[in-house]
């Protein structure tokens, strides 16, 4: 695949990145991948790693929640150690509208949106996500991730059934 110049979302995340010091890849590919299983059919690394975020939504606003691709969401969990009544997923618009992203790209940093990672993906070494545009992804350290995002880390998962 011939390497288009970076498109204005992707050169924002790098200068935020190399601003932070952080150390990451920005892979680009042919083909969007939307889910987890995307990532590993794609040779990025084990569904562990995979990390898509979430976008949902509070009665405090809205919450990028990271998970690994080997977990899915307990809302029971989040609204647990948060203290929330009502945690809910957000409409594909409201995705767009928070993140500037479509459902399946969302990037793994947001800034000014509250971020959680859960405690499965920040054992990780390093981790696979959105740019925040199709047919890019982020690949980054578990723990740059938490730190670059101010991320709450805690356990919110429960193991996908085989």
């Known amino acids: 695949m011939e390497m288009q110049p970076d498109p204005p979302v992707v050169k924002k995340l790098r200068t935020l990145l190399d601003a932070a010091g952080v150390r990451y890849r920005i892979v680009q590919h042919d083909e969007q991948l939307a889910s987890a299983a995307d990532g590993v059919n794609h040779g990025f690394g084990a569904l562990e790693q995979m990390a898509p975020t979430l976008i949902l939504r509070t009665r405090q606003g809205y919450l990028a929640a990271i998970i690994s691709g080997a977990t899915r969401l307990s809302y029971r969990k989040i609204k647990q150690h948060l203290g929330l009544r009502d945690v809910s997923m957000a409409s594909p618009a409201e995705v767009l509208e928070v993140t500037g992203a479509e459902v399946g790209a969302v990037a793994l940093i947001n800034p000014g949106l509250r971020t959680l990672v859960d405690s499965r993906l920040a054992a990780e070494d390093e981790v696979f996500g959105g740019c925040g545009i199709p047919r890019y992804s982020l ?24």
Not at 143 to 161: G, K, Q, W, Y
């Open 139 to 162: 690949a980054m350290q578990a723990h740059e991730l938490v730190s670059i995002t101010a991320a709450d880390v805690f356990d919110f998962t429960e193991p996908r059934n085989p």
